[in-house]
């Protein structure tokens, strides 16, 4: 054993240096601490340079996030509401990079709001003590937010396979439509509150989130609209010529998807009905409305309700699960569905249709729908269409103020009547009449006659009204007064109404000023109103209104793009319908 000095000694449990000391303990304790502040100075050194990688990493993906945003949120008509609502959630930054990403976004949050809206409309119903016009008017706004739900979620749907599902175009009509749609359903809901005083108090707790919904749909609309145009321009740079329709069509004119048996189904002359209606119970059912409901839902078959002739007084309603109905009737002048709902007895203009079409495919021929509620009843509609590439075929359509509501979606009518007073063709379908007659009718004392009111509200919706090759004229009670009632082509129901007529038999009915203002200069710079080789003697464009919107087309380019084959995409679904049309002009 070693020799120690006694103060060295590791027995004597110190270490002395100088005249203090550290004992054994705490000099382990030292040199364990230095060891552990070593270590973690190298654990803190190693994160810091991680984190510091990984905040930057995560900085430059924000920025490249925040970049595309503004970007794509630049070409929207309300960018400041775009960008802040998607740029809240950085958790998509690592998602987005494209404005197709974005655009996917900005419908998820959409779709949000408005099952928000839904909320807020339930709770508008438990807080209040509802008048009955305000209970139809919520049942409405109920039934337009379901349906924007659907056309939002169908949207998003068909965007995950854009652009290889069809062609670009055909894409870009189909996406353009479906939010068209879901901004006019909110439109819709909000117009159900107008109709007096006390209900404009509900109209106001909605404005706000339905406002919101209407400015996400159109952000997201304008954002589809200059992705789809781009797309466009860049494929026919490639291609050097226009975009070739993918839809392939047979020698016997319908398109090859169709089946041997729709082909002949579609062709005759006459056609075997699923079921028959009969008033003197003749039939299968005695009412239109129970043959609709055996009808099978969410079908791609045709089914096909006859009609025989007699008077049915019923309102009836063909649901969106109801697809592919065709009503036929034993002829317009045989078959009649009348009704007499109106907004002076209490209903709202949505619901006074005496007949509602929302399933999409719908087809009608030889029949006529009509309201009878009068002229002094104000709105009341007879017919009501919210059906997507839907098509009427020799009927009539006969009511007074607010005739023929189209609603939303693709429409085609085709050798059919229309006949009313105040606005008596509105709404905002994208709707193409051909070889159609337009007759204002004798209205109340004061009243002017409104062929069109036109509700587009957005000026990238592709919507509008267009009448090619029909005659506007005057029924038989109006004809010896008309020049007591003046009678006008349209007037803007909202601020981007669009409406053109061409190559039309106009009669002297029409006033020479052609169009009529809504309220003062509303309107006025952003409508758009057209007129394309018309004829007749009411035809003249001299001593049209000189506003910033209307023009008379002088270029048959311009005037193209609203035939059927180009404003309603129509060459492919209106030939499987069987009826005639025409494609150009």
């Known amino acids: 054993m070693a020799n120690w000095p006694e103060n060295l000694s590791p027995n004597s449990g110190k270490f002395r240096v100088g005249a203090g000391g550290f004992s054994r303990k705490k000099l382990i304790i030292v040199i364990l601490s230095s060891l552990l502040v070593a270590s973690v100075v190298s654990i803190a050194a190693t994160f810091t340079k991680k984190y510091s990688k990984t905040h930057q990493e995560n900085a430059a993906n924000i920025a490249a996030f925040h970049d595309v945003l503004r970007s794509s949120c630049s070409s929207t008509r309300f960018p400041q509401l775009c960008f802040t609502a998607i740029a809240s959630l950085p958790s998509l930054a690592a998602s987005v990079s494209t404005q197709k990403d974005v655009i996917e976004a900005s419908l998820n949050l959409t779709i949000l709001a408005v099952e928000h809206s839904f909320i807020n409309i339930e709770r508008a119903i438990r807080r209040r003590k509802l008048t009955r016009r305000e209970k139809i008017a919520i049942h409405d706004c109920q039934e337009n937010i379901d349906e924007t739900l659907d056309e939002l979620r169908e949207t998003a749907d068909d965007l995950k396979v ?3 599902k069809k062609s670009i175009s055909e894409q870009a009509d189909d996406l353009k439509t479906l939010l068209s749609a879901a901004m006019t359903n909110q439109e819709s809901c909000l117009d159900g509150f107008s109709h007096d005083g006390a209900d404009k108090k509900v109209k106001k707790e909605l404005e706000k989130g339905l406002g919101h919904v209407k400015k996400m749909c159109s952000n997201a609309l304008a954002m589809i609209c200059n992705m789809t145009g781009t797309d466009m321009a860049s494929e026919k740079e490639k291609t050097g010529a226009s975009e070739r329709r993918l839809e392939e069509m047979g020698d016997d004119g319908f398109p090859k998807w169709l089946s041997a048996g729709d082909r002949k189904l579609l062709q005759a002359g006459d056609v075997t009905p699923n079921v028959k209606v ?13 043959a609709v409901a055996v009808a099978p839902e969410k079908s791609s078959m045709r089914f096909i309700i006859g009609i025989k002739a007699g008077v049915y007084r019923e309102n ?6 109801k697809t ?4 036929v009737g034993d002829g317009r002048k045989n078959t009649i569905i009348t009704g007499d709902r109106n907004v002076v007895d209490g209903s709202t203009t949505f619901k006074s249709a005496t007949v509602a079409i929302v399933g999409a495919g719908f087809l009608a021929r030889g029949l006529t729908f009509e309201n009878t509620a009068g002229p002094s009843k104000h709105q009341a509609v007879a017919l009501r269409v919210g059906s997507d590439r839907s098509a009427f075929y020799d009927c009539d359509i006969l009511a007074y103020q607010d005739t023929l509501y189209v609603h939303s979606l693709r429409q085609f009518y085709r050798a059919c009547l229309i006949a009313g007073t105040v606005d008596f063709i509105f709404g905002n379908a994208a709707a193409v009449f051909q070889d159609c007659d337009i007759h204002a009718r004798r209205p ?22 267009v009448i090619q090759n029909c005659r506007i004229g005057a029924t038989s009670d109006l004809l010896p007064v008309k020049s007591s009632f003046p009678s006008y082509l349209g007037r803007p129901w909202k601020q981007y109404s669009r409406t053109v007529v061409m190559k039309s038999d106009v009669s002297d009915v029409i006033r020479p000023e052609g169009w009529y203002p809504w309220n003062e200069d509303f309107a006025l710079d952003t409508l758009y109103y057209a007129e394309y080789q018309n004829t007749g003697t009411g035809a003249g464009t001299a001593g049209r209104v ?7 087309i002088t270029q048959t380019a311009e005037a193209e793009q609203f035939s059927a084959g180009n404003f309603i995409s129509g060459s492919s679904w209106l030939r499987s319908t069987g009826f005639p049309f025409s494609v150009g002009l």
């Open 278 to 290: 009969a008033a003197d119970g003749s039939g299968d059912y005695r009412t239109v409305s129970e």
């Open 444 to 465: 109340n004392s004061g009243q002017r006659n409104m062929l069109t009111a036109q509700g587009r509200n957005d000026p990238n919706e592709n919507t509008g009204i």
């Open 546 to 552: 000189n506003w910033k919107g209307y023009k008379v």
């Open 162 to 164: 854009y652009p290889w």
């Open 324 to 327: 592919n109905l065709m009503f």
């Open 316 to 321: 009836v309603e063909v649901p969106k699960k």
